[in-house]
């Protein structure tokens, strides 16, 4: 969901997203930036490296667990962490999960706009 944000809001920039391990396209994501008009569809889930992720003048963590796991970086980027939890870890009715990922979606949207009005 941030990529696809990320992209629609920030895109005069290189975007792209990885998580400390590869998995399927979470279908409630896609549900959810559909609604808004956003087809990530297309997009798949990628593993970030030591390698890559020292090539990025900013990265991004979204979950306690992505910046516990993330991989030892230099300082020659920055690092912002938001600290919003993983929706695909939330136990519910479909009606339920779908709510929450789309709360989830609105707070990444939130943060990607501030940040844009503050690069």
């Given at each position: 969901m941030a990529e696809g944000l990320g992209k629609k809001y920030l895109h005069q920039y290189n975007i792209s997203s990885a998580g400390t391990a590869a998995h399927r396209m979470n279908p409630f994501a896609v549900k959810a930036m559909?609604?808004?008009?956003?087809?990530?569809?297309?997009?798949f889930s990628k593993k970030i490296s030591q390698k890559n992720i020292n090539s990025y003048d900013l990265v991004i963590t979204l979950c306690g667990d992505a910046k516990d796991k993330c991989a030892n970086t230099e300082s020659s980027f920055n690092h912002i962490h938001w600290d919003i939890n993983d929706p695909a870890k939330f136990i519910g009715s479909e009606k339920q999960i779908s709510e929450h990922f789309a709360k989830t979606r609105d707070k990444i949207s939130e943060k990607i706009k501030s940040l844009k009005d503050n690069l």
């Open positions: 559909l609604e808004i008009g956003i087809n990530i569809s297309n997009q």
